[in-house]
Protein backbone atom coordinates (compact mmCIF):
# COMPACT_ATOMS: atom_id res chain seq x y z
CA UNK A 1 0.00 0.00 0.00
CA UNK A 2 1.48 3.37 -0.93
CA UNK A 3 0.27 6.36 1.03
CA UNK A 4 0.13 9.44 -1.33
CA UNK A 5 -0.45 11.96 2.43
CA UNK A 6 0.35 10.60 5.66
CA UNK A 7 -2.95 8.96 6.64
CA UNK A 8 -4.95 7.63 10.03
CA UNK A 9 -4.27 2.96 9.41
CA UNK A 10 -8.44 3.51 9.96
CA UNK A 11 -10.56 3.91 6.75
CA UNK A 12 -10.77 8.11 6.77
CA UNK A 13 -14.58 8.94 7.06
CA UNK A 14 -16.59 10.30 3.61
CA UNK A 15 -14.00 8.19 1.60
CA UNK A 16 -14.34 6.70 -1.94
CA UNK A 17 -12.99 4.65 -4.34
CA UNK A 18 -12.20 5.38 -7.74
CA UNK A 19 -10.09 3.79 -9.99
CA UNK A 20 -7.65 5.04 -12.58
CA UNK A 21 -6.54 3.47 -15.98
CA UNK A 22 -3.40 5.09 -18.18
CA UNK A 23 -2.57 3.31 -21.69
CA UNK A 24 0.41 5.92 -23.25
CA UNK A 25 2.46 6.18 -26.30
CA UNK A 26 4.23 3.41 -25.37
CA UNK A 27 1.35 1.24 -26.10
CA UNK A 28 2.85 -1.56 -24.07
CA UNK A 29 -0.73 -1.94 -21.89
CA UNK A 30 -3.01 -0.65 -19.71
CA UNK A 31 -1.86 0.26 -16.24
CA UNK A 32 -4.58 0.28 -13.86
CA UNK A 33 -4.86 1.34 -10.02
CA UNK A 34 -7.41 1.24 -7.51
CA UNK A 35 -7.77 4.42 -4.82
CA UNK A 36 -9.46 5.64 -1.64
CA UNK A 37 -9.83 9.51 -1.78
CA UNK A 38 -11.21 11.46 0.90
CA UNK A 39 -10.61 15.11 2.59
CA UNK A 40 -7.29 13.59 4.03
CA UNK A 41 -5.71 12.93 0.44
CA UNK A 42 -5.12 9.92 -1.75
CA UNK A 43 -4.11 6.25 -0.75
CA UNK A 44 -3.16 4.01 -3.41
CA UNK A 45 -4.89 0.43 -2.48
CA UNK A 46 -3.67 -2.25 -5.03
CA UNK A 47 -2.66 -1.87 -8.93
CA UNK A 48 -2.31 -4.33 -12.19
CA UNK A 49 -0.92 -4.25 -15.40
CA UNK A 50 -2.09 -5.89 -18.45
CA UNK A 51 0.01 -6.19 -21.42
CA UNK A 52 -1.37 -5.62 -25.22
CA UNK A 53 -1.61 -8.61 -27.51
CA UNK A 54 1.05 -8.05 -30.05
CA UNK A 55 -2.21 -7.63 -32.77
CA UNK A 56 -3.53 -4.50 -30.52
CA UNK A 57 -0.31 -2.68 -30.81
CA UNK A 58 0.53 -3.43 -34.49
CA UNK A 59 -3.47 -2.14 -35.06
CA UNK A 60 -2.76 1.02 -32.68
CA UNK A 61 0.75 1.62 -34.70
CA UNK A 62 -1.10 1.46 -37.96
CA UNK A 63 -4.04 3.98 -36.67
CA UNK A 64 -1.85 6.60 -36.35
CA UNK A 65 -1.36 7.42 -39.93
CA UNK A 66 -4.14 8.11 -42.30
CA UNK A 67 -5.31 4.61 -44.14
CA UNK A 68 -8.25 3.11 -46.24
CA UNK A 69 -10.95 2.29 -44.10
CA UNK A 70 -9.05 3.70 -40.68
CA UNK A 71 -12.33 4.39 -39.41
CA UNK A 72 -13.76 1.13 -39.35
CA UNK A 73 -10.78 -0.06 -37.65
CA UNK A 74 -10.68 2.40 -35.06
CA UNK A 75 -13.86 1.37 -33.95
CA UNK A 76 -13.22 -2.03 -34.26
CA UNK A 77 -10.16 -1.80 -31.83
CA UNK A 78 -11.94 0.83 -29.96
CA UNK A 79 -14.04 -2.18 -28.58
CA UNK A 80 -11.73 -4.56 -28.23
CA UNK A 81 -9.47 -2.33 -25.82
CA UNK A 82 -13.15 -1.93 -23.94
CA UNK A 83 -12.75 -5.40 -23.28
CA UNK A 84 -9.30 -5.00 -22.47
CA UNK A 85 -9.18 -2.49 -20.02
CA UNK A 86 -12.68 -4.30 -18.47
CA UNK A 87 -10.47 -7.46 -17.68
CA UNK A 88 -7.96 -5.72 -16.53
CA UNK A 89 -10.38 -3.78 -14.10
CA UNK A 90 -11.82 -7.43 -13.02
CA UNK A 91 -8.55 -8.31 -12.69
CA UNK A 92 -7.98 -5.47 -10.13
CA UNK A 93 -10.69 -5.63 -8.17
CA UNK A 94 -10.34 -9.41 -7.71
CA UNK A 95 -6.71 -8.32 -6.35
CA UNK A 96 -8.23 -5.96 -4.22
CA UNK A 97 -11.28 -8.11 -3.18
CA UNK A 98 -13.13 -4.99 -3.48
CA UNK A 99 -16.67 -5.32 -5.41
CA UNK A 100 -17.63 -3.06 -8.41
CA UNK A 101 -20.10 -1.55 -6.38
CA UNK A 102 -17.57 -0.07 -4.27
CA UNK A 103 -16.03 1.88 -7.16
CA UNK A 104 -17.57 5.81 -7.85
CA UNK A 105 -16.05 5.76 -11.26
CA UNK A 106 -13.18 4.68 -13.44
CA UNK A 107 -10.95 7.55 -14.78
CA UNK A 108 -9.45 5.75 -18.17
CA UNK A 109 -7.54 8.14 -20.54
CA UNK A 110 -7.89 5.83 -23.17
CA UNK A 111 -5.26 5.53 -26.13
CA UNK A 112 -4.28 8.52 -28.44
CA UNK A 113 -3.86 7.82 -32.03
CA UNK A 114 -4.09 11.23 -32.75
CA UNK A 115 -3.25 14.75 -31.22
CA UNK A 116 -3.55 17.50 -33.32
CA UNK A 117 -3.89 20.83 -30.89
CA UNK A 118 -2.36 23.14 -33.10
CA UNK A 119 -3.90 23.67 -35.98
CA UNK A 120 -6.14 26.94 -36.22
CA UNK A 121 -9.85 28.38 -36.75
CA UNK A 122 -10.92 26.42 -34.30
CA UNK A 123 -10.08 22.74 -35.91
CA UNK A 124 -7.79 21.53 -33.21
CA UNK A 125 -8.79 18.39 -31.61
CA UNK A 126 -7.37 14.71 -30.05
CA UNK A 127 -8.86 11.40 -30.15
CA UNK A 128 -7.99 8.78 -27.80
CA UNK A 129 -10.02 5.54 -28.03
CA UNK A 130 -11.56 2.15 -26.15
CA UNK A 131 -15.40 2.86 -26.06
CA UNK A 132 -15.85 3.79 -22.75
CA UNK A 133 -19.76 3.45 -23.13
CA UNK A 134 -19.31 -0.08 -23.77
CA UNK A 135 -16.94 0.08 -21.16
CA UNK A 136 -19.18 1.20 -18.47
CA UNK A 137 -21.37 -1.51 -19.55
CA UNK A 138 -18.81 -4.81 -19.10
CA UNK A 139 -17.79 -3.18 -15.43
CA UNK A 140 -21.35 -1.94 -14.27
CA UNK A 141 -19.28 1.10 -12.98
CA UNK A 142 -19.38 4.45 -14.31
CA UNK A 143 -16.89 5.28 -16.78
CA UNK A 144 -15.20 9.22 -16.93
CA UNK A 145 -13.13 9.45 -20.15
CA UNK A 146 -12.00 12.22 -22.91
CA UNK A 147 -10.55 14.14 -20.53
CA UNK A 148 -8.50 16.16 -23.24
CA UNK A 149 -11.17 17.35 -25.47
CA UNK A 150 -12.37 20.14 -22.99
CA UNK A 151 -8.88 21.63 -22.76
CA UNK A 152 -8.40 21.59 -26.47
CA UNK A 153 -11.88 23.69 -27.06
CA UNK A 154 -11.38 26.16 -24.40
CA UNK A 155 -7.76 27.03 -26.50
CA UNK A 156 -5.48 24.70 -25.01
CA UNK A 157 -2.73 21.94 -25.87
CA UNK A 158 -5.32 19.11 -24.25
CA UNK A 159 -1.80 18.04 -22.54
CA UNK A 160 -0.02 17.53 -20.26
CA UNK A 161 -3.05 16.91 -17.57
CA UNK A 162 -1.07 15.20 -14.92
CA UNK A 163 0.58 18.46 -13.80
CA UNK A 164 -2.39 19.29 -11.49
CA UNK A 165 -1.98 16.56 -9.80
CA UNK A 166 1.63 16.66 -9.28
CA UNK A 167 1.13 19.59 -7.67
CA UNK A 168 -2.06 18.39 -5.52
CA UNK A 169 0.66 15.47 -4.19
CA UNK A 170 4.16 16.11 -4.82
CA UNK A 171 4.62 20.22 -4.39
CA UNK A 172 6.57 21.42 -1.89
CA UNK A 173 6.18 24.42 0.91
CA UNK A 174 9.89 25.61 0.17
CA UNK A 175 11.76 23.02 -2.48
CA UNK A 176 11.25 23.95 -5.81
CA UNK A 177 10.85 20.68 -7.85
CA UNK A 178 10.36 19.11 -10.96
CA UNK A 179 8.71 16.08 -11.78
CA UNK A 180 9.80 14.35 -15.08
CA UNK A 181 7.20 11.30 -16.72
CA UNK A 182 9.20 9.52 -19.23
CA UNK A 183 6.50 6.95 -21.06
CA UNK A 184 6.71 7.34 -24.77
CA UNK A 185 6.61 10.81 -24.78
CA UNK A 186 8.74 12.53 -21.76
CA UNK A 187 6.82 15.52 -20.21
CA UNK A 188 7.80 17.82 -17.29
CA UNK A 189 5.77 19.48 -14.49
CA UNK A 190 7.47 22.37 -13.07
CA UNK A 191 6.77 22.68 -9.47
CA UNK A 192 7.82 26.09 -7.67
CA UNK A 193 7.62 26.52 -4.02
CA UNK A 194 5.93 30.15 -5.30
CA UNK A 195 4.86 31.01 -8.12
CA UNK A 196 2.86 29.02 -11.13
CA UNK A 197 2.94 25.37 -11.45
CA UNK A 198 3.61 24.75 -15.20
CA UNK A 199 4.49 21.98 -17.61
CA UNK A 200 4.94 20.61 -21.42
CA UNK A 201 6.21 17.78 -23.48
CA UNK A 202 9.88 17.98 -23.81
CA UNK A 203 9.99 15.41 -26.69
CA UNK A 204 10.45 11.54 -26.94
CA UNK A 205 10.86 9.86 -23.75
CA UNK A 206 11.62 5.79 -24.88
CA UNK A 207 9.48 5.79 -28.09
CA UNK A 208 11.95 6.28 -30.84
CA UNK A 209 14.58 4.00 -28.74
CA UNK A 210 11.52 1.21 -28.24
CA UNK A 211 10.92 1.34 -31.68
CA UNK A 212 14.66 1.05 -32.60
CA UNK A 213 15.59 -1.70 -30.33
CA UNK A 214 12.37 -4.03 -31.90
CA UNK A 215 13.19 -2.90 -35.40
CA UNK A 216 17.00 -4.44 -34.43
CA UNK A 217 16.90 -6.99 -31.90
CA UNK A 218 12.75 -7.92 -31.69
CA UNK A 219 12.97 -6.92 -27.67
CA UNK A 220 10.28 -4.15 -26.90
CA UNK A 221 12.27 -2.20 -25.39
CA UNK A 222 16.28 -1.98 -24.67
CA UNK A 223 16.28 -3.04 -21.11
CA UNK A 224 18.68 -1.12 -18.76
CA UNK A 225 19.84 0.76 -21.97
CA UNK A 226 21.88 -2.90 -22.15
CA UNK A 227 22.08 -2.59 -26.14
CA UNK A 228 22.66 1.17 -25.80
CA UNK A 229 25.88 0.62 -24.02
CA UNK A 230 27.23 -0.95 -26.28
CA UNK A 231 27.29 1.92 -28.96
CA UNK A 232 28.76 5.69 -29.10
CA UNK A 233 27.16 8.47 -29.70
CA UNK A 234 26.73 9.39 -33.48
CA UNK A 235 27.48 13.30 -32.84
CA UNK A 236 26.36 14.45 -36.78
CA UNK A 237 23.08 12.56 -36.16
CA UNK A 238 22.50 14.09 -32.60
CA UNK A 239 22.92 17.42 -33.41
CA UNK A 240 20.35 17.31 -36.27
CA UNK A 241 17.62 15.58 -34.61
CA UNK A 242 18.20 17.94 -31.72
CA UNK A 243 17.75 20.75 -34.38
CA UNK A 244 14.17 19.84 -34.69
CA UNK A 245 11.95 22.79 -34.24
CA UNK A 246 9.39 21.67 -32.20
CA UNK A 247 12.35 21.71 -29.19
CA UNK A 248 12.91 25.15 -29.15
CA UNK A 249 8.39 26.16 -28.72
CA UNK A 250 8.14 27.86 -25.80
CA UNK A 251 5.83 26.27 -23.88
CA UNK A 252 2.68 25.39 -23.43
CA UNK A 253 3.44 22.67 -26.01
CA UNK A 254 2.88 19.01 -26.52
CA UNK A 255 3.88 16.37 -28.89
CA UNK A 256 3.48 12.40 -30.09
CA UNK A 257 3.71 10.11 -32.36
CA UNK A 258 2.10 12.73 -34.99
CA UNK A 259 5.67 14.21 -35.03
CA UNK A 260 8.17 12.13 -33.54
CA UNK A 261 8.01 8.54 -35.28
CA UNK A 262 9.17 6.15 -37.68
CA UNK A 263 9.17 8.52 -40.80
CA UNK A 264 10.62 11.23 -38.53
CA UNK A 265 13.53 9.02 -37.72
CA UNK A 266 13.99 7.51 -41.35
CA UNK A 267 14.23 11.23 -42.72
CA UNK A 268 17.27 11.63 -39.57
CA UNK A 269 19.05 8.45 -40.79
CA UNK A 270 18.76 9.02 -44.78
CA UNK A 271 21.90 10.69 -44.71
CA UNK A 272 23.65 8.49 -42.07
CA UNK A 273 25.16 5.20 -42.20
CA UNK A 274 26.04 3.58 -38.33
CA UNK A 275 25.65 0.47 -36.52
CA UNK A 276 22.37 -0.41 -34.83
CA UNK A 277 23.85 -0.08 -31.45
CA UNK A 278 25.35 3.65 -32.33
CA UNK A 279 22.16 5.13 -33.09
CA UNK A 280 20.35 3.10 -30.15
CA UNK A 281 23.02 5.21 -28.04
CA UNK A 282 21.95 8.20 -29.60
CA UNK A 283 18.54 7.82 -29.41
CA UNK A 284 19.01 7.53 -25.69
CA UNK A 285 21.47 10.79 -25.67
CA UNK A 286 18.67 12.64 -27.52
CA UNK A 287 15.92 11.97 -24.76
CA UNK A 288 18.47 12.68 -21.44
CA UNK A 289 19.43 15.70 -23.53
CA UNK A 290 16.22 17.24 -24.69
CA UNK A 291 14.96 16.56 -21.31
CA UNK A 292 17.90 18.14 -19.02
CA UNK A 293 17.68 21.63 -21.72
CA UNK A 294 13.98 21.99 -20.92
CA UNK A 295 14.76 21.91 -17.03
CA UNK A 296 17.41 23.97 -17.33
CA UNK A 297 15.53 26.35 -19.47
CA UNK A 298 12.45 26.56 -17.61
CA UNK A 299 12.94 25.50 -14.55
CA UNK A 300 14.69 27.77 -12.84
CA UNK A 301 16.60 27.25 -9.36
CA UNK A 302 15.47 23.88 -9.16
CA UNK A 303 15.87 22.18 -6.12
CA UNK A 304 14.98 18.37 -6.16
CA UNK A 305 14.50 16.34 -9.53
CA UNK A 306 11.87 13.19 -9.23
CA UNK A 307 11.23 11.09 -12.20
CA UNK A 308 8.33 8.27 -13.04
CA UNK A 309 6.82 6.38 -15.86
CA UNK A 310 8.89 3.07 -17.71
CA UNK A 311 12.35 4.85 -18.17
CA UNK A 312 12.79 4.93 -14.35
CA UNK A 313 13.86 1.28 -15.43
CA UNK A 314 16.52 2.30 -17.83
CA UNK A 315 19.60 3.02 -15.75
CA UNK A 316 21.60 4.18 -18.33
CA UNK A 317 18.90 7.05 -19.43
CA UNK A 318 18.52 7.72 -15.42
CA UNK A 319 22.11 8.36 -15.31
CA UNK A 320 22.95 10.14 -18.42
CA UNK A 321 19.87 12.55 -17.35
CA UNK A 322 21.49 13.40 -14.04
CA UNK A 323 24.72 13.92 -15.92
CA UNK A 324 23.57 16.77 -18.22
CA UNK A 325 21.73 18.11 -15.40
CA UNK A 326 24.58 18.21 -13.04
CA UNK A 327 22.37 16.95 -10.20
CA UNK A 328 20.63 13.65 -8.72
CA UNK A 329 17.28 12.76 -9.92
CA UNK A 330 15.62 10.11 -8.00
CA UNK A 331 12.52 8.31 -8.32
CA UNK A 332 8.75 9.13 -7.30
CA UNK A 333 8.69 6.12 -4.82
CA UNK A 334 10.57 8.60 -2.24
CA UNK A 335 7.33 10.93 -3.09
CA UNK A 336 5.28 8.06 -1.42
CA UNK A 337 4.20 6.91 -4.86
CA UNK A 338 6.08 4.24 -7.16
CA UNK A 339 6.77 5.31 -10.98
CA UNK A 340 5.19 3.10 -12.69
CA UNK A 341 1.50 4.10 -11.08
CA UNK A 342 1.80 7.98 -11.44
CA UNK A 343 -0.34 8.59 -14.62
CA UNK A 344 -2.82 6.09 -13.56
CA UNK A 345 -3.26 7.52 -10.54
CA UNK A 346 -3.70 11.04 -11.69
CA UNK A 347 -6.77 10.16 -13.81
CA UNK A 348 -8.17 8.57 -10.80
CA UNK A 349 -7.59 12.09 -9.72
CA UNK A 350 -9.01 13.41 -12.76
CA UNK A 351 -12.15 10.99 -12.46
CA UNK A 352 -12.72 12.17 -8.73
CA UNK A 353 -12.44 15.90 -9.97
CA UNK A 354 -15.20 15.80 -13.16
CA UNK A 355 -17.42 13.87 -10.34
CA UNK A 356 -17.65 16.43 -8.18
CA UNK A 357 -17.84 18.90 -10.65
CA UNK A 358 -14.26 20.58 -10.05
CA UNK A 359 -11.41 21.80 -12.91
CA UNK A 360 -8.73 19.18 -13.55
CA UNK A 361 -6.45 21.36 -16.22
CA UNK A 362 -3.89 24.48 -15.18
CA UNK A 363 -4.04 26.97 -18.17
CA UNK A 364 -1.15 27.85 -17.60
CA UNK A 365 0.20 24.42 -18.34
CA UNK A 366 -1.95 23.83 -21.53
CA UNK A 367 -2.95 27.42 -22.38
CA UNK A 368 -6.31 27.06 -21.93
CA UNK A 369 -8.64 30.19 -21.56
CA UNK A 370 -9.48 29.39 -18.27
CA UNK A 371 -9.84 26.36 -15.85
CA UNK A 372 -12.26 23.54 -17.04
CA UNK A 373 -14.19 20.58 -15.61
CA UNK A 374 -12.34 18.15 -17.69
CA UNK A 375 -14.10 14.69 -19.06
CA UNK A 376 -16.93 12.84 -19.96
CA UNK A 377 -19.15 10.51 -17.95
CA UNK A 378 -21.13 7.47 -18.70
CA UNK A 379 -22.90 6.37 -16.34
CA UNK A 380 -23.22 2.36 -14.96
Same mark, same amino acid.
Given at each position: ??????? /???????????????????????????????????????????????????????????? =? /?????????????????????????? #??????????????????????????????????????????????????????????????????? !??????? !??? &??????????????????????????????????? =???????????? #?????????????? !?????????????????????????????????? &?????????????????????????????? #? &?????????????? !??????????????????? #??????????????????????????????????????????????????
Amino acid at each position: MILLHAM /NPATPLHSRYFIGMMSGTSLDGVDTVLVQQSVEGVRQLAEHFLPYPENIKQTLLALHHPA =M /NELHEAAITANALARLYAESVHQLLA #KAAIPASAISAIGCHGQTIRHCPDLQDGLAYTSQIGNLARLAELTNISVVGDFRSRDIAAGGQGAPL !VPAFHQA !VFA &HATNNRAIINIGGIANISWLPAQGAVTGFDSGPGN =MLLDQWINQHTG #KPYDADGAFSACGT !VNNALLQAMLAEPYLQITPPKSTGRDLFNQIWLT &HHLQQMTDTPQNVARTLLEFTALTIADAIH #K &HCPDVHEIFVCGGG !VHNGMLMSRIAAALHMPVQ #KTEELGIGADWVEAVAFAWLAQRCVDGLSGNLPAVTGAAGPRILGAIYPA
